[in-house]
């Protein structure tokens, strides 16, 4: 069986594949707060987590992304990731994640760690 963590992670890939305001808002809890770094300003529910989303999205075929589960218990989820852009970049993931009942996350912060390109 599937752990929520797991369906979230591939529910956020699958918004990040289509960038489909939709799906996007589906992931996260009406009053959610998604933070892009630790020290920037959180994007604070549905509204600013769309609009932030598509200002910063990225285009379907630019990259790709393997991760697997650090760590899920009670709500609370860490997950591993790289994100390979192969024209420019490549970073390692760390997300934490803290999800509601329904599965929709309710805190979102991504740490991302440049990597040497390989092109």
Do not use: C
Request: cysteine-free; aromatic content about 14%; overall charge negative.
């Amino acid at each position: 069986m599937t752990s929520a963590g797991a369906r979230w992670v591939e529910g956020y890939v699958q918004a990040w594949e289509s960038n489909d305001p939709e799906q996007v808002r589906a992931l996260f809890a009406e009053d959610a707060v998604y933070l892009t770094a630790p020290d920037h300003e959180p994007r604070r529910g549905h509204d600013q987590i769309v609009e932030g989303w598509l200002e910063d999205r990225d285009e379907p075929g630019e990259w790709s992304f393997d991760w697997n589960i650090l760590h899920e218990d009670d709500g609370f989820v860490l997950v591993q990731g790289r994100t390979q852009y192969p024209a420019e970049k490549d970073y390692l993931n760390l997300w934490v994640v803290r999800l509601d009942a329904g599965g929709r996350a309710t805190e979102f912060t991504e740490w991302y760690m440049p990597r040497k390109h390989r092109g």
